[in-house]
T-cell receptor, first 114, second 107 residues
Framework: DTGVSQDPRHKITKRGQNVTFRCDPI?????LYWYRQTLGQGPEFLTY????????KSRLLSDRFSAERPKGSFSTLEIQRTEQGDSAMYLC????????????FGQGTRLTVV | RKEVEQDPGPFNVPEGATVAFNCTYS??????FFWYRQDCRKEPKLLMS???SGNEDGRFTAQLNRASQYISLLIRDSKLSDSATYLC????????FGAGTTVTVRA
């Protein structure tokens, strides 16, 4: 499968625990995006990378969230001290650098904080 | 004003009907747009791109009105399989999504 893959697909965690998600983009894509989606809403931008550089981070993203893309390939999103409000679907997408390039999404990681 | 706003719906239509809905955007410099389709509990997938005044792909037609800053999507001869949420996307650096328009096609 050469699409975007995310791991795990589902995660249940207790409030206060740390969680880490992984995203493997399409290999030739140098842009990688993280989004969060809750029921009835569109995907909400969290952050994006151009190769290994994190170029933008949403102002809505608290300091508990951090993302990395150390070698410009896979990326990780960590949430520290999870809260119930963090429960959502976390989507990763990748695209070519060219403006207005189609973004391909992974199947997402569904996080439930109990 | 939100960057991208959509008719929320839901639009509940019978098979064979035509359904259309709009998306407005705030950045007048935007040159291109996407419509993505998202099935329940699945990831969004590209439906069509809109680069000039519009685009047509089979039963789906997208139109762009730059003066009024909106994009429309029209579905003709709707099928049960068209039931989904349709997301309008403005591809600035971060891909700004609307909240989605839910369409349900009934038999």
């Amino acid at each position: 499968d050469t699409g975007v893959s995310q791991d795990p697909r589902h995660k249940i965690t207790k409030r206060g625990q740390n969680v880490t998600f992984r995203c493997d983009p399409i290999s030739e894509h140098n842009r990688l995006y993280w989004y969060r989606q809750t029921l009835g809403q569109g995907p909400e931008f969290l952050t994006y990378f151009q190769n290994e550089a994190q170029l933008e981070k949403s102002r809505l993203l608290s300091d508990r969230f951090s993302a990395e893309r150390p070698k410009g390939s896979f990326s990780t999103l960590e949430i520290q001290r999870t809260e119930q409000g963090d429960s959502a679907m976390y989507l990763c997408a990748s695209s070519l650098e060219a403006a207005a390039s189609e973004a391909f999404f992974g199947q997402g990681t569904r996080l439930t904080v109990v | 004003r939100k960057e991208v706003e959509q008719d929320p719906g839901p639009f509940n239509v019978p098979e064979g009907a035509t359904v259309a809905f709009n998306c407005t955007y705030s950045n007048s410099a935007s040159q291109s747009f996407f419509w993505y389709r998202q099935d329940c509990r699945k990831e969004p997938k590209l439906l069509m791109s809109v680069y000039s005044s519009g685009n047509e792909d089979g039963r789906f037609t997208a139109q762009l009105n730059r003066a009024s800053q909106y994009i429309s999507l029209l579905i003709r001869d709707s099928k049960l399989s068209d039931s989904a949420t349709y997301l309008c996307v403005v591809p600035d650096y971060k891909l700004s999504f609307g909240a989605g328009t839910t369409v349900t096609v009934r038999a």
